[in-house]
């Protein structure tokens, strides 16, 4: 069974940083790329990251470019988040999602999710 | 960015009723689109890839149509476990995905 579960959210000042974590299990992890997917208090989704199988490879939404950095161990089977420089508007459910591929490209598995606010 | 616009972005409907959703691209995006279902509190859940195709587990009353710019999610007969917020996503732009704003299916 796929399971992906993150960590490591929670209350935060503007301007701080938070590292978040998701730990994968059920299907080999090194050949799937893997994201970041947030969703503000009562918006809509929004897609944050992506990391690559090796992790040589990484893409980041405008919003959060030059603040975040995705990063994967493929060792440990986890995929992280480092987030600097948080905003308010940074407030929000941050979901992991493996990426599947095939017939174009699909988050075919997300893990609950984990909160970030950011206030002061 | 390729832009995505759901309408309606609410609606009520009754139970056995049939709905639509649509979802619109500012720009071609062959079939690269995807259906998700999230219902309150918790993770989306892929229903549809590639416009058309149905993720293994979803019931047949779901089905997805379109190409191009425009596509359509359609439930046969909407069930009480339907009723959630359903969201479209672009693949054609992979790495720099996009989601429409939702369309939440509420109870008549």
């Known amino acids: 069974e796929v399971q992906l579960v993150e960590s490591g959210g929670g209350l935060v000042q503007p301007g701080a940083s938070l590292r978040l974590s998701c730990a994968a299990s059920?299907?080999?992890?090194?050949?799937?790329?893997m994201s970041w997917v947030r969703q503000a208090p009562g918006k809509g989704l929004e897609w944050v990251s992506t990391i690559t199988t090796s992790g040589g490879s990484t893409y980041y939404a405008d919003s959060v470019k030059g603040r975040f950095t995705i990063s994967r161990d493929n060792s440990k089977n986890m995929v992280y988040l480092q987030m600097s420089s948080l905003r308010a508007e940074d407030t929000a459910v941050y979901y992991c999602?493996?990426?599947?591929f095939g017939s174009g490209r699909n988050f075919d598995y997300w893990g609950q999710g984990t909160l970030v606010t950011v206030s002061s | 960015d390729i832009q995505m616009t759901q309408s309606p972005s609410s609606l009520s409907a009754s139970v056995g009723d049939r709905v639509t959703i649509t979802c619109r691209a500012s720009h071609s995006i062959s079939s690269y689109l995807n259906w998700y279902q999230q219902k309150p509190g918790e993770a989306p859940k892929l229903l549809i890839y590639?416009?058309?195709s149905l993720q293994s587990g979803v019931p047949s009353r779901f089905s997805g149509s379109g190409s191009g710019t425009d596509f359509t999610l359609t439930i046969s007969s909407l069930q009480h476990e339907d009723f959630a917020t359903y969201y479209c996503?672009?693949?054609?732009?992979?790495?720099?995905?996009?989601f429409g704003q939702g369309t939440k299916v509420e109870i008549k």
């Open positions: 590639a416009a058309s």
């Open positions: 999602a493996k990426e599947n």
């Open positions: 059920g299907f080999t992890f090194n050949i799937y790329a």
């Open positions: 996503q672009q693949s054609y732009s992979a790495r720099a995905w996009t």
